[in-house]
């Protein structure tokens, strides 16, 4: 096949991977703007009304703060749990180093919903147990999503940890650091792409999970994307696209702002 | 600076043992080298006086100080690693200034030390660099510098001049050297390299599987090498396997009858022989032989041929390179011999 062919080819290959992704979420945007309440095509004419709607949403709006609140804490307790087992993975000689790295990946194969019914099954038996009221609490949903926070972190740290060189910690120990100052000074700053990457990553996922969250809120405690699916059982105006744009928006500019500080292609 | 004494330092892992018994005693302002085959224990040995690794016997002692078991953090010494180890989100300045920072040093006096220690290396006009934007030779003076700027008690320098190619070697060498002494630093240092060792050591110590196999000079370790070992990983040497038949007969396993040290203990033995003890043509040496040329070498300053003096036998010997035609050429008919004194018989007597 000639040269320009063949690039012409591979070009067309990539433009229409692309175009895949990006036909939903392109779809999702317009309609946010249609006018008419029962999206048909062609649009009726354009609005800005259904994001009006939005702060009038109590299900929206008190299901975006429990998500942000939920990603956040998840996120940092992942982070907190994910250095140590990624310093335990890349750093020792861990006997069993291999399963220990498969089985905190686990979480992203393990499909969503058998995920969220674990929990679900787990916590309820902790809460008969103790009687502490888990199910349904803001706590039982952040353990949740911490597991989903994990795999990614753990992954992108490793990942940092990897290229980083061991004896630099031991030459910051021989001019006199402790172990501890030689992590804060040396070790941190060295996987700090892979921190930002896994923390960004991880509250990404967070944010957006469905399957574990809905097996795990309570009753008038939702979160965004349980309260997307729970509008849509009813409804099916612009507003959840007036949402889901928002939402589009929130994450493409945390991914914006943390590629500032760390390039995220160098990471990823 | 201060002097360094290990006493009976072991080091082992379950069943393995990677430095046995090892003692030394470095005086203060000694440049000392660790000589030996990778595996040899060598930088496990250093390891220990850095205190990375923990010794499973003996005692390691600075200054008069006992600090077998103190950890790293707490002991004051300079150590230079092979990858050069700088911190790579540091500046060349903060790099340096980094032990004197854990020191706590105020800011003013450890930024004009750390600016003294790049002074001493030429390369106070890079402090704002980061150390990716230097080469391999700068990092590696970089890295001399921070070990430096501490003031420590002793230098470690763990195989500093491996990263670096031939001709950066050569000049880092030198810098390491001259610092060493201008300064009056106890140094300890660990190569595989025998030239290497042998320009920059006082003293030298061959290691090999973990122990101590001769302790001295230049001259020492090549003239009166303590064993066959030595005698091979310090400088060349032909090995001839045979016995001591009689008092200063030594017979080889091919049949050849050599005149030896009379001193020699009979019994299974090697006879080592330096390529350049050895003549060609010889006038009246105490061993005289004639063999067959089978390979020439070109080497510059020497010629060098192997000699088959036996079907299972054959020597290596340089010979000057005095320009002109050579004296002998391949599968030319040749006399060669060595005097008495040459060949270096080591027991193999159980």
């Known amino acids: 096949m000639p040269r320009h062919l063949r690039r012409w080819a591979l070009n067309g290959a990539a433009g229409l991977g692309l175009g895949f992704i990006l036909l939903?979420?392109?779809?999702?945007?317009?309609?946010?703007?249609?006018?008419?309440?029962?999206?048909?095509?062609?649009?009726?004419?354009?609005?800005?009304k259904w994001f009006a709607e939005i702060p009038g949403n109590r299900a929206f709006t008190s299901g975006f703060l429990l998500s942000l609140q939920v990603s956040i804490a998840a996120t940092a307790i992942g982070l907190l749990l994910a250095v140590p087992a990624s310093m335990a993975l890349v750093r020792s000689r861990l006997p069993l180093r291999g399963v220990l790295n498969t089985l905190l990946l686990l979480p992203l194969v393990v499909p969503g919903v058998v995920l969220g019914a674990a929990f679900y099954v787990g916590e309820l038996e902790l809460e008969m147990a103790t009687e502490w009221p888990l199910l349904g609490s803001t706590i039982g949903l952040v353990i949740a999503h911490t597991l989903v926070v994990i795999p990614w972190a753990v992954r992108l740290i490793t990942a940092s940890l990897g290229t980083l060189n061991p004896t630099i910690e031991e030459a910051a120990r021989n001019l006199g650091a402790t172990p501890l100052t030689t992590f804060r000074r040396i070790t941190l700053p060295a996987?700090?792409?892979?921190?930002?990457?896994?923390?960004?990553?991880?509250?990404?996922?967070?944010?957006?999970?469905?399957?574990a969250s809905l097996f795990l809120v309570g009753p008038g405690q939702t979160t965004l994307p349980i309260a997307i699916l729970q509008y849509l059982a009813w409804k099916i105006d612009p507003t959840v696209a007036a949402v889901s744009l928002l939402q589009i928006l929130v994450i493409g500019i945390a991914m914006l702002v943390t590629d500032r500080f760390v390039k995220l292609s160098q990471v990823v | 600076m201060a002097r360094l004494e290990l006493s009976g330092l072991s080091k082992t892992y379950g069943a393995v043992t990677t430095v046995r018994d090892v003692s030394l005693d470095v005086p203060d302002g000694e440049f000392l080298v660790l000589l030996g085959p990778s595996g040899c224990g060598k930088t496990t040995?250093?390891?220990?006086?850095?205190?990375?690794?923990?010794?499973?016997?003996?005692?390691?002692?600075?200054?008069?100080?006992?600090i077998t078991h103190r950890p790293p953090w707490r002991r004051n010494t300079g150590m230079v690693f092979q990858n050069y180890a700088l911190f790579p989100h540091m500046?060349?300045?903060?790099?340096?200034?980094?032990?004197?920072?854990?020191?706590?040093?105020?800011?003013?006096?450890?930024?004009?030390?750390?600016?003294?220690?790049?002074?001493?290396?030429?390369?106070?006009q890079y402090a704002a660099r980061l150390p990716r934007q230097l080469s391999g030779g700068q990092q590696q003076r970089v890295a001399l510098a921070?070990?430096?700027?501490?003031?420590?008690?002793?230098?470690?320098?763990?195989?500093?001049?491996?990263?670096?190619?031939?001709?950066?070697?050569?000049?880092?060498?030198?810098?390491?050297?001259?610092l060493q002494k201008q300064l009056g630093l106890t140094a300890v240092m660990v190569t595989h390299d025998q030239e290497e060792a042998l320009t920059m050591a006082d003293r030298l110590v061959v290691m090999a599987e973990g122990a101590i196999?001769?302790?001295?000079?230049?001259?020492?370790?090549?003239?009166?090498?303590?064993?066959?070992?030595?005698?091979?990983?310090?400088?060349?040497?032909?090995?001839?396997?045979?016995?001591?038949?009689?008092?200063?007969?030594?017979?080889?396993?091919?049949?050849?009858?050599?005149?030896?040290?009379?001193?020699?203990?009979?019994?299974?033995?090697?006879?080592?022989?330096?390529?350049?003890?050895?003549h060609l043509h010889p006038g009246a040496e105490d061993n005289s032989l004639s063999g067959t040329v089978e390979f020439t070498s070109y080497l510059g300053p020497v010629l060098e041929l192997h000699v088959r003096l036996s079907p299972t036998e054959r020597v290596v010997l340089h010979m000057p390179n005095r320009g002109g035609t050579p004296a002998a050429g391949l599968g030319e008919s040749v006399t060669i011999g060595w005097p008495r004194a040459a060949g270096m018989v080591f027991s193999e007597a159980a």
Not at chain 1, 191 to 211: D, K, Y
Not at chain 2, 45 to 65: C, H, I, N, Q, Y
Not at chain 2, 147 to 169: F, G, H, T, W, Y
């Open chain 2, 213 to 278: 196999r001769q302790v001295g000079s230049q001259q020492d370790l090549y003239e009166r090498p303590a064993d066959r070992f030595v005698a091979g990983f310090v400088g060349r040497s032909t090995f001839l396997q045979g016995r001591v038949a009689e008092p200063g007969v030594f017979q080889t396993e091919g049949g050849l009858r050599l005149a030896c040290d009379p001193a020699a203990r009979s019994g299974p033995a090697v006879m080592a022989v330096r390529p350049e003890a050895i």
């Open chain 1, 191 to 211: 996987i700090r792409p892979g921190l930002v990457a896994g923390a960004l990553f991880g509250f990404v996922t967070s944010f957006g999970n469905l399957e």
């Open chain 2, 45 to 66: 040995t250093l390891r220990m006086v850095a205190g990375f690794v923990d010794p499973s016997a003996g005692r390691v002692t600075l200054g008069g100080e006992d």
């Open chain 2, 146 to 178: 921070r070990a430096l700027a501490i003031r420590p008690d002793v230098l470690l320098l763990d195989e500093p001049l491996s990263n670096l190619d031939a001709k950066l070697r050569e000049e880092v060498r030198v810098e390491i050297r001259q």
């Open chain 2, 91 to 124: 500046s060349v300045a903060e790099n340096v200034a980094f032990g004197l920072e854990m020191r706590k040093v105020p800011k003013p006096e450890r930024e004009q030390r750390a600016l003294a220690a790049l002074g001493l290396v030429r390369l106070s």
């Open chain 1, 24 to 48: 939903p979420l392109l779809l999702v945007m317009w309609l946010a703007f249609f006018r008419q309440e029962i999206p048909s095509f062609p649009p009726e004419g354009y609005s800005l």
